[in-house]
């Protein structure tokens, strides 16, 4: 018993490296390459920036998501959308309600934004190592921006067919990366063992006392340690806790100790175009290639969490009703989280090729990135502290605010990157942020404009109808948001214009503010031929509703679903109206036989 428990945590282990470590895992390609190339590589400059790493790794990853923020899952699930749920519980309606929302609307955007950056930096850095392939050191800038292309296009080329099938081999490979990099550094810091020394504070402190308020634009570089660090949280519910965390501590001494051996390095031959691949050039000549290889793996990988990330977090907020419908496909049939959004995908595609053309190299996107990720963990700690000042962990509140003060003091230093690329991360979080926006705010305005009917005005007028006998044969189904209102297309079918079944089933599709669980409610008999069927469903949970309805033996002939025709002078109502016409409504949303459904149009005047 006590082996099989053994085996279970190896291999929740090394799960934990492929699905959730491939971002921060590949950090350490061109952080310190970044660092050191707007930061003279003394003695005294080295130790400084090497105990900054160290610190900023174990107060913003280990601390504040290791510890604190995955100590606030729901059912296993983590994230930004998680941490309002929560909120929503503990907060009463008003404006600290509006703020939680504003901010996880924020968060939520920072990290679709940051779901462009992070493939084309970890694929282009990676590719960026056959220069030093002997033979190859003259290839041009754009041979390596193509491969890198070419790499990210067979990536989501093959997304529709999902990654069940090779996902197994996505931990191993990531294993192979973390101990690589543990060899490699350890093999480097016995040329300088003194360089163990920078675990300590003083070090950092020095680093600031001596380089004055440049010092702390400095950090905007040293968060490139940590990016990919809000994984372990946002993907918690992949694995669970306990994994993720065991994972964390093998990753987080297999960085530490490859930073310290590229610090070695700095020290023993200056500085180079790549430090790590400089690195293992010199150490083992005849394993470079293989290494490069691994490298390109690993970070195909780190991209591809980051892909399968955006996926989960843009399905949660379709089901929670914040962002419009997209067509969904599942691509497992046993993995609920392998989904596939085509044209979310495409996007992606586009947008990190015309990122790699824009910034063309590594340690330009370098100067670019961070400030999302820094922006993602604010948000991150300013819902904790929030979340354990209402309950009674209210001891974790130092704590959290601490975190959060880093977070923010991060967050500063990378404001220093929007004029040399870092508006971009602003413009990618920007199309969601303004999207959610003006979805949410239209919906909720359109609901009001339609003016439903209440169930019980509608029963006088359908009790007379279907009391006339001239019903259809078969079962009629109707989309309603909540069964005690009826909406106008409703009305317009029974009421005006007479199509009364034999049996009316109005539905009711509600997403509940827990990640899983379905619970139907079948309600008979609210009127003669008329019953209410409820369904409350997780904002994770894919819900097949065919299957559903044969369970409760509604076998329909007719699906009706009402189409809002929205007419407008305002330029923010035809903005929405044209995304609501672009995107699935919610029936194609949930694969509904298209044979069966009949779309009522009601015209709506805003």
Known sequence: MKHESQDSIVKGVIKSFGLVFGDIGTSPIYTLTVIFALTAPTVDNVMGILSLIFWTMTILVSAEYAWLAMSLGRKGEGGTIVLKEILSRLLKPGRQILFVTFLSYLGVSLLLGDGVITPAISILSAVEGMVLIPGMERLGQEVL???????????????????????????????VWFLSLTVSGIVSIANHPELVKAVS??????????????????????????????????????????????AWCVAFCAL????????????????????LFGMIQGEAPALYIPFLALTILATIIASQAMISGVFS???QGITTRV????????????????????????????AVIFIMLVFRKSENLAAAYGLAVTGTMTITGIMMVMIFSHTKRKWKVPFSVLVTIADALFFTACMNKIPHGGYW?????????????IWTYGQRALYRAIRPLDLETFLVSYNQIYATGRNIPGTGIFFTREIPVVPPYIVHCIIRSNIVYERNVFISIIRTDEPFGIRAKLTEGIAPGLDGFEVRAGYMEVLDLEKLLRKYNIREKVIFYGVEDISSGNPFWKIFSTIKRQTPNFVQFYNLPASKLQGVVTKVEM
Not at 259 to 274: D, E, I, P, W
Not at 329 to 344: A, E, W
Request: with cysteine.
């Open 145 to 175: 921006i193509l491969a890198a292309s070419l790499i990210a296009l067979c990536l989501f080329i093959f997304q529709f067919k999902g990654t069940d099938k090779v996902a197994g081999a996505f931990g191993p490979i990531m294993l």
């Open 201 to 246: 504070p003083q070090y950092a402190v020095r680093f600031f006392l001596n380089n004055g308020f440049a010092s702390f634009f400095v950090l905007s570089e040293v968060i490139l340690c940590a990016t990919g660090g809000e994984a372990l949280y946002a993907d918690m519910g992949h694995l669970g806790r306990k994994p993720i965390v065991r």
């Open 256 to 275: 530490i100790i490859n930073y310290f051996g590229q610090g070695a390095y700095v020290l023993s031959h200056g500085t180079g175009k790549n430090l």
């Open 313 to 315: 977090v843009i399905y």
């Open 323 to 350: 962002m419009p419908l997209l067509k969904v496909s599942y691509t497992s049939s046993h993995l609920k989280s392998q989904i596939y959004i085509g044209s979310v995908n495409w996007s992606l595609l586009v």
């Open 425 to 437: 991360s602003i413009i990618l979080a920007s199309l969601p942020f303004a999207t959610i926006l």
